[in-house]
Structures are given as structure tokens and as C-alpha cells.
T-cell receptor, first 117, second 111 residues
């Protein structure tokens, strides 16, 4: 079954304790992206990756890191989480051709609800 | 800065009604506009629009894009309670993967 898998689904952590949210897709997609969703603010793009070893900042990259060492995985790293990073996080993937998304339909993971206290 | 504005923010209708959701955008180097439906989980894809004036249709849902006036509409006819959800509009520009989402329209369909 084609899917994007995020882990964990729920996480409560303390300020400053490094954490990683994993994202894996089994569709051989080149493009992957991370979003956060907050009430009244819609989905905001954090980072995206057009292919292995190629990553770019979205609209709200501060406080986050990503890596793309393999095509299927795109982990989101919070080196020193703060309460303002409490949010619902989504990972998404889609196909690309060349430097542009061929089909910008994105398949989303089920979300990770992160609470930083 | 790219901007996507959806209206109304919320809408309550009764089953059988027809609704129109709006999405206007200001994006440099527009590539495509996508509509998603989000229930209490991940967004699911509805339509992708790249050309003006060509209606996309799927059952009771349809959508059209106007690239001159920079907006899109999503129509839902004969609404059902299962249509209750947040409808998200997203615009992609040609900057290789950059996307901007609107805040969404929350649709509630009452029996």
C-alpha cells in the first residue's frame, strides 16, 4: 500500500530535549516536505527536499533541521525544542520531474502531534 | 511573499445545499493550485488546477481556476454530512517545491 509513515504519532517532551520525527514513504517519490499546522494558521511549510541531499527552507524553518540521505526518508529534527513548536506536524511526498514537481498532488502522513512543555 | 486567502472561514449548511468555496492567491511564478479535504486527520487530495477555465469534476465536487483574476472556486452540490471537513487550498510556484496553503474553510453540513 502506497503510504507516508510518520513516527511518533504523539509526543510530549520538555524544552531543550532534542527530538527527531521520522518520515518514510514507499512510493519512490523524489519530493518530500514538512508542514506544521496550527489553529487559524493553516499549513505552513517548514522544509522541503527535491531529491536526495537537496533540501530547502520553507516559510517557517527556524528551530528545525532536516536531512535527506536516502530517497525514502526525510526526518525532522528539533535540536532544542521550545513551547512555540507545539503543533501538529505533517510530512508529505510527491513525484517530480527535473527540477519541478510533475504531479504536485502530495500524499500526506497521518501527522505527529507534538507538545513541548 | 506568497499569499493564499480562503473564504469564507467557516460555513454551515444543510444536507442538499450547494456550496461554493473561494481561494484567491498572490504568488510569484504560479505553477499549480491544489484543493485538499481534511477531516480529523491528514489532508487528502481533491483537485489540481494549472490552466484557466478548465473545470475539474469528481462526482458532486468541481473546481475551476481563473489565472487572470487569481482565484479558484470549489463547488459542492447536494451536500452530505460526510462533506463536513476543512477544505484547504494550496498554491505551488515554480521555485521547485515551494508551497503556500490558505487557512482553510471549515464546512459543516447538518442533517
Amino acid at each position: 500500500e502506497a503510504q507516508v509513515t510518520q513516527n511518533p504519532r504523539y509526543l510530549i517532551t520538555v524544552t531543550g530535549k532534542k527530538l527527531t520525527v521520522t518520515c518514510s514513504q514507499n512510493m519512490n517519490h523524489e519530493y518530500m516536505s514538512w508542514y506544521r499546522q496550527d489553529p487559524g494558521l493553516g499549513l505552513r511549510q517548514i522544509y522541503y527536499s527535491m531529491n536526495v541531499e537537496v533540501t530547502d527552507k520553507g516559510d517557517v524553518p527556524e528551530g528545525y533541521k532536516v536531512s535527506r540521505k536516502e530517497k525514502r526518508n526525510f526526518p525532522l529534527i528539533l535540536e532544542s525544542p521550545s513551547p512555540n513548536q507545539t503543533s501538529l506536524y505533517f510530512c508529505a511526498s510527491s513525484l517530480t520531474v527535473g527540477t519541478l514537481p510533475r504531479n504536485t498532488e502530495a500524499f500526506f502522513g497521518q501527522g505527529t502531534r507534538l507538545t513541548v512543555v | 511573499e506568497d499569499k493564499v486567502v480562503q473564504s469564507p472561514l467557516s460555513l454551515v449548511v444543510h444536507e442538499g445545499d450547494t456550496v461554493t468555496l473561494n481561494c484567491s492567491y498572490e504568488v510569484t511564478n504560479f505553477r499549480s493550485l491544489l484543493w485538499y479535504k481534511q477531516e480529523k486527520k491528514a489532508p487528502t487530495f481533491l483537485f489540481m488546477l494549472t490552466s484557466s477555465g478548465i473545470e475539474k469534476k469528481s462526482g458532486r465536487l468541481s473546481s475551476i481556476l481563473d489565472k487572470k483574476e487569481l482565484f479558484s472556486i470549489l463547488n459542492i452540490t447536494a451536500t452530505q454530512t460526510g462533506d463536513s471537513a476543512v477544505y484547504l487550498c494550496a498554491v505551488y510556484n515554480t521555485n521547485a517545491g515551494k508551497s503556500t496553503f490558505g487557512d482553510g474553510t471549515t464546512l459543516t453540513v447538518k442533517p
